[in-house]
């Protein structure tokens, strides 16, 4: 039976990726090797990083506009201090936006390196909503916010206009919506939601707010080794890399990002429509910041958990418990996963309510 | 054709390791999902770590030891920051011996922490042997070495006894010859030679020798963080980590580190015999340190290089040309390459004597 996976991450990734990815692990472009074998010096993946850095410019539309792209390793929570140590100034201080688990978790990362004033939080309400209206000090040395929240199924819909670096965690909505991104002074994304398998995180830094701490950065946490290096500083991911790239590729050809926008917008709508109908649902954050990447809801009567828990397994659904921090469900719709997917979870929602 | 990779790494793998993982990709453990698409908190992935982090203790014969064992993303360059984050107390300092571009970075990361006292260093000599009759300075927080030196192609045959934290860098040789490990207190190794792809890196530590630094840590950065998260502090490279557990149980089925180890000796010895023998050829390091796993070796006249070149690519052999750093070749002969492609190569070198 064909499965339909809502997991949270890492996550469905499109099925010529699967097949291509494990075609290289068997022989790669034909060289009668594996791509788990070859040197990350070889013509062969020297290509592959070329191409995923020029490729991730290219669908953030940001060529030719002062940006370096890596490829790391260490996950997004390795961003967390390295944003800090390369960007907050001796004696400095950094803002910070607090939406959830992982905003929250870069905030302590930060707090390690110096003054870290969080501009506002919504864990009184457990992160159901963004806050709004915030002012950011302005002599910070930036802002950093999480543009969507995987966990509590929130995403930021506007940025702040600051004069100070724009830095923005995306690991859970980057390549899923258009938008502005050479406001983003640094971007940083693991891999495993809309971009590939776990091991590999992206950052997209504009160079010109490099170099200007005071700070002494131990060289693999230095951004500016990295863009030397062209990415290639140590060993980098090669599986991971590869499998990313095939992933761009997919989206370059689906149409870009303006493309997968319109059919993540129809799967969001096709199921919010749905929790705010039927009877028997609820959503858990509120309306206005609902993400569409991860939508988070709950039954009213959990006394129908069982037999909803049956009937969607049975339909071939995994992945839709919700985090153990809001409950219920969470159905996370990143670009992989297919419209008809989303059809058949509201089916299985609608045959529930005929049910009971 | 069939390949004989003698690249440096990442390198040559177990065929078994390419089939398994190529057929996780397109449906792991009969789920009907691909390993690359399946959350890292599922049953099966954490059975995958469990078994992977308990099979390094076995192979190393640490069971019961105090040790434990943690699969990290960020590469063995990342530990040469780790190290003394987590070991160099605040004012304290550290003694490193210095046998290579690998370990010379080791000590660079360290001088951002503290003092670092080099014990004693090759590099005069272009890191040709490794140095011995060293002193290390009893009040130092810990001594760091590298155990194979894979540019080089030197190796650590025996290791100083001392009673401070004795920490080795061992990427390039871990899991090819029977040591005692347990004089070790802190092991870690890139997985891109003898254990698996790319992108995660392995990390053994003794669990008595942490929290005495005085120094806060991120928590990234926190060997101590990981070990209470049981190696999940955060999403792990799930793939490089899967093929990893995969080369451990072929190696496992093998008869472990001590039947390769005898495999390794042969490999060593027929080829290190052949250079000694051929007029065509000299070794590049000293004698009673050569590498077992990585065999560096020299034209004694330059003029034969493109006939010779020509010669062992006819022969299906790649990844051959030495390191810029000392020119020449290096035949890179980890755990799974097979003596038959070692066999290959010196009938190479041989029928290159014969043609000239």
């Known amino acids: 039976m064909k499965k339909h996976n809502y997991s949270a991450g890492p996550c469905i990734l499109p099925q010529e990726v699967f097949e291509k990815s494990a075609q290289a692990i068997l022989d790669f472009n034909n060289s009668g090797l594996s791509i788990l074998e070859i040197s990350h010096r070889s013509k062969d993946f020297v ?13 953030l539309n940001l060529e030719g506009k002062g940006y370096e792209v890596l490829f ?12 800090p140590f390369n960007l907050m100034k001796v004696d400095g201080k950094a803002a910070y936006l607090d939406t959830g688990t992982w905003a929250s978790g870069a905030i302590k990362e930060a707090k390690h390196f110096g003054e870290t004033v969080v501009v506002a939080s919504s ?3 457990n992160y159901n909503h963004i806050p709004k209206g915030f002012t950011i000090p302005s002599d910070a040395d930036y802002f950093h916010c999480t543009s969507n929240n995987t966990i509590f199924g929130t995403q930021m819909k506007s940025f702040p206009e600051v004069n ?12 899923s919506r258009v938008l502005d991104f050479s406001k983003f002074d640094l971007i940083y994304a693991g891999a495993q939601k809309n971009m590939g398998p776990a091991g590999a995180t992206l950052v997209v830094v504009k160079k010109e707010i490099l170099g200007k701490t005071g700070r002494t950065i131990p060289n693999m946490l230095d951004y500016q080794q990295h863009i030397d290096k062209e990415s290639m500083y140590n060993t980098p991911p090669v599986f991971p890399i590869y499998a990313s790239l095939l ?6 050809n689906l149409g870009g990002i303006a493309a997968i926008e319109k059919i993540n917008e129809a799967k969001a709508n096709l199921l919010y429509t749905e929790i705010d109908r039927n009877p028997l649902f609820k959503g858990a954050a509120v309306k206005e910041d609902r993400s569409n990447m991860n939508v988070t809801f709950l039954l009213n009567d959990e006394a129908h958990q069982e037999k909803f828990d049956a009937m969607w397994k049975a339909a071939g659904i995994s992945g839709l418990p919700g985090h153990r921090s809001v409950g219920g469900y969470r159905a996370s719709m990143y670009n992989a996963l297919p419209i008809e997917s989303v059809q ?13």
Do not use: H, Y
């Open 47 to 59: 290509a592959v990083m070329e191409e995923a850095r020029a490729l991730v410019l290219e669908l």
């Open 344 to 356: 058949v979870l509201v089916d299985v929602m609608q045959e529930l309510e005929n049910k009971i």
């Open 247 to 252: 992933t761009l590729q997919w989206l370059k």
């Open 164 to 175: 100070i670096p724009l830095v923005c965690d995306m690991s859970s909505d980057i390549f």
């Open 123 to 125: 864990k009184p309400e």
């Open 72 to 83: 790391l390793g260490g996950g997004a929570s390795l961003e967390f201090l390295m944003v």
